[in-house]
Antibody, heavy 126, light 108 residues
Framework: QVQLQESGPGLVKPSQTLSLTCTVS??????????WSWIRQPAGKGLEWIGR???????NYNPSLKSRVTISVDTSKNQFSLKLSSVTAADTAVYYC??????????????????WGQGTLVTVSS | DIQLTQSPSFLSASVGDRVTITCRAS??????LAWYQQKPGKAPKLLIY???TLQSGVPSRFSGSGSGTEFTLTISSLQPEDFATYYC??????????FGGGTKVEIK
């Protein structure tokens, strides 16, 4: 079964760029017509979708973060990555990667995230 | 922006209770949404997608229903392992993806 694992620095200085990688195991990132998403959760708060990528390289970003986010994919390594620039303390959160199934039925879009990585805590502090 | 409002935000219940969580959308864009369960320190786990389809491996005591702007997650008989926080989530366009604020289910 497919498993996802986030990796990257746990501490990032303000104004710098947060960089995380999600490694997919147990299956090819290129198979099954899936998107691959990043989601974050500040401590004690709810979930916020950051953005997604398809293995073709096509991306969608949350408009509230779009100016600072870049998601990329490396199919040869079965990985996808997140870069978030100009970080502040407000970007401190647990960051999750997840497989993202998007379906269109009768012009209606819906999706679900499954599975998820275990999450990695990124703290923005000097 | 479309908002998803979950109610209640906190619920105290006993083992064996029937529990219902509601998720209301500020606009009726999609007839489908997903429900997730999150335990402390763990990643969310998919329970239900497309409003009422049970994810493989999820116990049948979980069920989902609804359409338009009101959706519900029901646990028919609450078990000790069900004490967790539950989130609804909806995709309204490729750019507008929203999570509800969460419902924490605790032991009475």
């Amino acid at each position: 079964q497919v498993q996802l694992q986030e990796s990257g620095p746990g501490l990032v200085k303000p104004s710098q760029t947060l960089s995380l990688t999600c490694t997919v195991s147990g299956g090819s990132i290129s198979s099954g017509s899936y998107y691959w998403s990043w989601i974050r959760q500040p401590a004690g708060k709810g979930l916020e979708w950051i953005g997604r990528i398809y293995t073709s390289g096509s991306t969608n970003y949350n408009p509230s973060l779009k100016s600072r986010v870049t998601i990329s994919v490396d199919t040869s390594k079965n990985q996808f990555s997140l870069k978030l620039s100009s970080v502040t303390a407000a970007d401190t959160a647990v960051y999750y990667c997840a497989r993202d199934k998007v379906v269109v039925v009768a012009a209606t879009l819906f999706n679900w995230f499954d599975p998820w990585g275990q999450g990695t805590l990124v703290t923005v502090s000097s | 922006d479309i908002q998803l409002t979950q109610s209640p935000s906190f619920l105290s219940a006993s083992v064996g209770d029937r529990v219902t969580i509601t998720c209301r959308a500020s606009q009726g864009i999609s007839s489908y949404l997903a429900w997730y369960q999150q335990k402390p320190g763990k990643a969310p786990k998919l329970l239900i997608y497309a409003a009422s389809t049970l994810q493989s491996g999820v116990p049948s005591r979980f069920s989902g229903s609804g359409s338009g702007t009101e959706f519900t997650l029901t646990i028919s008989s609450l078990q000790p392992e069900d004490f967790a926080t539950y989130y609804c989530q909806q995709l309204n366009s490729y750019l507008a993806l929203t999570f509800g604020g969460g419902t924490k289910v605790e032991i009475k």
